[in-house]
T-cell receptor, first 113, second 111 residues
Framework: SAVISQKPSRDICQRGTSLTIQCQVD?????MFWYRQQPGQSLTLIAT?????????ESGFVIDKFPISRPNLTFSTLTVSNMSPEDSSIYLC??????????FGQGTRLTVV | QKEVEQNSGPLSVPEGAIASLNCTYS??????FFWYRQYSGKSPELIMF????GDKEDGRFTAQLNKASQYVSLLIRDSQPSDSATYLC???????????FGKGTRLHILP
């Protein structure tokens, strides 16, 4: 399995501000994924981050709200912009090391007040 | 129809008994199926995956897949209190190769 380091592990942010979440993998991976898990819900894919190209966003998610960077094959960031209380969730970085399986970072628990 | 469906529970099982968790999926072309365990406040952890029809056993865990019925299950034998968690079923969709998760089933093992 991959070792995925995600930070911060948690944060409490003011409404209207932005938070950037970092994800570092211990080896090179082609695709990195960002998920959101709202309270009591399952994981929802936000976007797929590919190195050297724009991220691919899922329906309901837009780049202006969730800009993503992927500067190299071991690192990605997700920014949650102009936050509102509805953005309070756990955000998870994931990589697919074997072609079919998803391994997750420890997650970032975000609370917007 | 939701893409991956699970009963949200909670499912309460006495310690030492068999816990049975079920999942159905809508993409008939899906080839890969996963079970993740998620403890409260933690990220999901892969515990089983299955690709072929039939059963796959790993220790106390058995995954069962029936592609004709679009049904996958997870059996946990000799349930322990440490098995109390939310179990997420996930399916790799054929059409876009994305992994889609169910909402999870909360399992509570009664001491």
């Amino acid at each position: 399995s991959a070792v995925i380091s995600q930070k911060p592990s948690r944060d409490i942010c003011q409404r209207g501000t932005s938070l950037t979440i970092q994800c570092q993998v211990d080896s090179q991976v082609t695709m990195m994924f960002w998920y959101r898990q709202q309270p009591g819900q399952s994981l929802t894919l936000i976007a797929t981050a590919n190195q050297g190209s724009e991220a691919t966003y899922e329906s309901g998610f837009v780049i202006d709200k969730f800009p993503i960077s992927r500067p190299n094959l071991t690192f990605s960031t997700l920014t949650v912009s102009n936050m509102s209380p509805e953005d309070s969730s756990i955000y998870l970085c994931s990589v697919d090391r074997t072609g079919t399986e998803a391994f997750f970072g420890q997650g970032t628990r975000l609370t917007v007040v | 129809q939701k893409e991956v469906e699970q009963n949200s529970g909670p499912l309460s099982v006495p310690e030492g008994a068999i816990a049975s968790l079920n999942c159905t999926y809508s993409d008939r072309g899906s080839q890969s199926f996963f079970w993740y365990r998620q403890y409260s406040g933690k990220s999901p952890e892969l515990i089983m995956f299955i690709y072929s029809n039939g059963d796959k056993e790993d220790g106390r865990f058995t995954a069962q897949l029936n592609k004709a019925s679009q049904y996958v299950s997870l059996l946990i034998r000799d349930s322990q209190p440490s098995d109390s968690a939310t179990y997420l079923c996930a399916v790799n969709q054929e059409r876009d190769d994305k992994i889609i998760f169910g909402k999870g089933t909360r399992l509570h093992i009664l001491p």
